[in-house]
């Protein structure tokens, strides 16, 4: 089977991921729109392929000293943090279709999809992981490599406008009540990845 069809394949494992971005990006798409979703959704996506350029060429290495995990991880754990504290005390509001875009600019929803995955150390261990599977179960060579990531940045990509779509279609049948209980329950899974963190940090580098 090409390298590029058992990537496709293997990117639908990530349907059932449930990181920090999932959730912000599903808040994104009820709260502000499809459209803006998209641009989260290309910022998660930017994240990705950048980790996944540095674990083919080789410099994962040169990132995965422990001064940089640790750095990292203290990063990624007040970005979390952060955002999930403004969630929890976020104001709910259930918007029509004239006022969905008036909260943030495409590209601010760009820079938060970047950050929230991008920043979030388990990420490159994700791909380091997949590089260790292409080459020692497919005994992929470096261009095979490169299409067998290429199709799961694409389907990863294409599941998450999917899950973008659907909750952005569901929209109609949102309350305040219900973007309250959302706003809070993503607050208390950023807070949840946060503490997983920290216990990363600890018991490795402590």
Do not use: C
Not at 29 to 52: N, P, T
Not at 53 to 61: E, H, Q, S, Y
Not at 145 to 160: E, N, R, T, Y
Not at 175 to 181: A, D, E, G, L, P
Request: glycine content about 8%.
């Amino acid at each position: 089977m090409p390298p590029i069809i058992n990537g496709l394949i293997f990117g639908l494992i990530f349907i059932f991921a449930l990181g920090p971005a999932f959730f912000a990006l599903i808040q994104t798409s009820i709260q502000q729109g499809f459209r803006k979703a998209i641009f989260l959704a290309v910022g998660i996506s930017i994240s990705d392929v950048f980790y996944v350029l540095i674990v083919l060429f080789g410099m994962a290495k040169a990132l995965e000293t422990d001064n940089f995990k640790f750095w990292i991880g203290i990063f990624g754990v007040v970005m979390l943090s952060a955002y999930g504290i403004y969630s929890w005390f976020k104001t709910p509001k259930v918007h029509t279709e004239d006022n969905l875009t008036s909260e943030s600019s495409g590209l601010k929803q760009f820079a938060k999809g970047l950050l929230l995955n991008g920043l979030n150390p388990f990420i490159i261990v994700t791909w380091a992981t997949w590089v260790s599977v292409s080459v020692i179960n497919f005994e992929y060579g470096f261009n095979e490599q490169v299409q067998f990531f290429a199709g799961m940045l694409i389907m990863i990509f294409s599941m998450d406008l999917g899950k973008a779509f659907v909750a952005h279609r569901l929209k109609h049948l949102i309350t305040v009540k219900f973007v309250r209980n959302m706003n809070r329950t993503v607050a208390v899974i950023l807070i949840l990845f946060s503490l997983q963190i920290v216990y990363f940090l600890i018991t490795n580098y402590a």
